[in-house]
């Protein structure tokens, strides 16, 4: 069984920091492409970045030039690292992976709570 564990959430001032990471742990062959999504208060869920196994960055408009997304494969982790942050940031967090075992699967995490106050 996969499972997807975030953390590194939490209350933070507009302007500052905060290091995400998210470790994939149980049975994995090799971890694809892996993901940040956000969902924000009556919004939709949305991606904010993602990074292939090959290295390959995409970002979220808004997030360009604040976040940045990096992975460690031999810790079967993805980090995201998000500077000035703004309370428009404000959303629970999801990580999502692509895993190959004996089959590929799209796994997601719990979730974790970034609220930024102004």
């Known amino acids: 069984q996969v499972k997807l564990v975030e953390s590194g959430g939490g209350l933070v001032q507009a302007g500052g920091s905060l290091r995400l990471s998210c470790a994939a742990s149980?049975?994995?062959?090799?971890?694809?492409?892996m993901g940040w999504y956000r969902q924000g208060p009556g919004k939709q869920r949305e991606v904010v970045a993602r990074?292939?196994?090959?290295?390959?960055?995409y970002y979220g408009d808004s997030v360009k030039g604040r976040f940045t997304i990096s992975r460690d494969d031999a810790k079967n982790t993805v980090y995201l690292q998000m500077n000035s942050l703004e309370p428009e940031d404000t959303a629970v967090y999801y990580c999502n992976a692509l895993i190959v075992d004996v089959t590929t699967y799209n796994y997601w995490g719990q979730g974790t709570q970034v609220t930024v106050s102004s």
């Open positions: 990074i292939t196994s090959g290295g390959s960055l």
């Open positions: 149980g049975s994995i062959s090799s971890i694809g492409r």
